[in-house]
């Protein structure tokens, strides 16, 4: 996961603010579950923004800085594992996590999500379509909850909706 082979990735895509990472990320919506390796706590959330260097994990609950975890990300049929450190984390919001080491035929896999992900490859005939037809296994209803989701962030984020209300309308949409 260096540097150089992200900048190869992404050499056309032009972040609109300046970046301060080493890996541009890009927009994804998977499935993840981590583990922290001191605790054995767990997590299930939604990973966004993946990158060669990692990711960021929506969760109400997130790891403190500085833990250490093994996680699982789902995406269509596949999944990615990886060590990972937390090198952000938000209360109520998520976590940023960094991936440490991974299998070289993990690696391969997360090099070519990004791939996909910046349009460079075409998406594989296997992943699910984006539009699913609603009500088909409730993955429509866990989407919107997700965009939802996504949209009160940003919100707090941007300083809209007071941390307090945001948290509050998180809870009841994941009730």
Known sequence: MSPTSNKEIASSVDPPIPERRRSLRFPFTGSIQAVESKSGAR??????????G???????????????AKVRIIRGRESFEADARVVSSQIGMGMGLAFVSAQPSQV?????WVLELSGKLPLRSDMPEKHR?????GELKEEH??????LVIALMRKGVLAEEEGKAMLRKLHQ
Do not use: K
């Not at 997590?43 to 060669?52: E, H, K, M, N, V």
């Not at 990692?54 to 250490?68: E, I, M, Q, R, T």
């Not at 909850?145 to 996504?150: I, K, P, R, T």
């Open 43 to 52: 997590i299930t959330g939604r990973a966004s923004d993946l990158s060669l």
């Open 145 to 150: 909850s997700y965009v939802l989701s996504e």
């Open 108 to 112: 391969q896999l997360i090099q070519r």
């Open 133 to 137: 037809p609603e009500g088909a296994d």
């Open 54 to 68: 990692g990711c960021y994990v929506d969760s109400l609950n997130p790891f403190p800085v500085g833990a250490n």
